[in-house]
């Protein structure tokens, strides 16, 4: 991936559920060099769960940490790796591995104020660590992930999830529902803005024209209506269709379980996908450890790590932060393109 020239973003990376592997994450990010030389990454975090988690795991403490009152002032001329101390929870009070409510106050305290930063042009881009639903739902903040809260606190009228690694790219039509929820959220106008976001950015990225794949919703895309409700004859083949006459380059919707054949990946440069698992699962299995989420249609720029909390080994120095560093270095990338969002 090719390093943004010019002066270096600034990435406000938030820590996660301070109970979950993403302290660990973030220390390991603070203290890679390659990193320091392409932005400037700033944890929204809390100084005294990092220096916890650099004792327990045998990491580097933070070097520069910098103060709520600080911020303002420290963030225009930041030039290397900081942490900001948000001092959203008592650090002695974490327990790793255990859900807390407390940790999801936290975490989703890191999170507000990472995109009040960039909405405010002091960062140029978030990238934010894992967060426990469970945490956060018992923190009484209800939503189902992180998508939905940049949405809402952007005010994003069109978005959508995308994740995004060198093997493959899904993007997704709807996101953390049940199933038997899925084909009454299924439109046309909306199967035709995750085309359209899709196609936005992966040009951006890829700098060339780029050919799309939309897959059907039922077992063999319907077997023309024999399965299903004839979501791909009245639904997603019409948005196809309006993609096509305005001239981008999609194909479908073809059938899900021959569509990541590897001959298929090899002409695709990104799937649209109709719910979770269907994009999900290939994209796991192909780059568990290196793909990225990124919301698409925010005025801001957003990518995250593709896992979750790993509570199981919270803490103990083994997780691995190659997803982190792939999303803060897709972040800087598109931090350093001429927009954002179409």
């Not at 807390?100 to 975490?107: D, H, L, T, V």
């Not at 005010?155 to 060198?166: K, N, P, V």
């Not at 399965?227 to 999609?250: D, W």
Request: net charge negative; charged share 20%.
């Amino acid at each position: 991936m090719a390093i943004p020239t010019g002066p270096k973003p600034k990435i406000a990376v938030t820590m996660g559920d301070p109970a979950g592997v993403g302290p660990e994450l973030c220390l390991r990010l603070l203290g890679e060099a390659e990193m320091a030389e392409s932005c400037v990454p700033v944890v929204f975090g809390d100084a005294g769960v990092l220096r916890r988690v650099g004792q327990a795991c045998g990491l580097a403490v933070p070097g520069r940490v910098i103060s709520l009152d600080q911020w303002l002032a420290a963030c225009q001329t930041l030039d290397g790796p900081a942490v900001l101390d948000c001092q959203a929870i008592d650090a002695a009070k974490v327990r790793p591995g255990e859900v807390a409510a407390a940790c999801g106050r936290a975490a989703f305290d890191y999170i507000q104020r990472a995109i009040d930063a960039a909405r405010a042009g002091q960062v140029d881009a978030v990238a934010t660590g894992p967060i426990h639903k469970e945490a956060l739902h018992a923190a009484g903040i209800d939503y189902p992930g992180h998508t939905e809260i940049f949405a809402q606190r952007c005010g994003a009228a069109r978005i959508c999830m995308m994740l995004t690694s060198d093997e493959i790219t899904v993007s997704l039509v709807t996101t953390h529902l049940g199933y038997g929820s899925v084909p009454k959220e299924l439109t046309t106008v909306r199967v035709l803005e995750v085309i359209e976001l899709t196609e936005d950015v992966m040009r951006r990225l890829r700098e060339r024209p780029v050919r799309l794949v939309v897959c059907g919703l039922n077992p063999h895309a319907g077997e023309h209506g024999l399965f299903g409700n004839r979501e791909e004859e009245e639904i997603i083949a019409p948005a196809v269709e309006r993609a096509q006459r305005s001239g981008l380059n999609v194909e479908g919707p073809l059938p899900p379980d021959t569509a990541f054949v590897p001959s298929r990946r090899e002409r695709t440069d990104a799937y649209v996908c109709m719910y979770h698992d269907q994009g999900l699962i290939p994209l796991k299995m192909l780059a568990f450890d290196r793909g990225v989420n990124v919301t698409l249609g925010l005025p801001i720029v957003r990518t995250s790590v593709d896992h979750g909390t790993a509570m199981d080994i919270a803490w103990q120095g083994t997780a691995s932060p190659s997803s982190l560093f792939e999303a803060v270095r897709l972040a800087a990338r598109l931090a350093s393109t001429s927009e954002v969002s179409p």
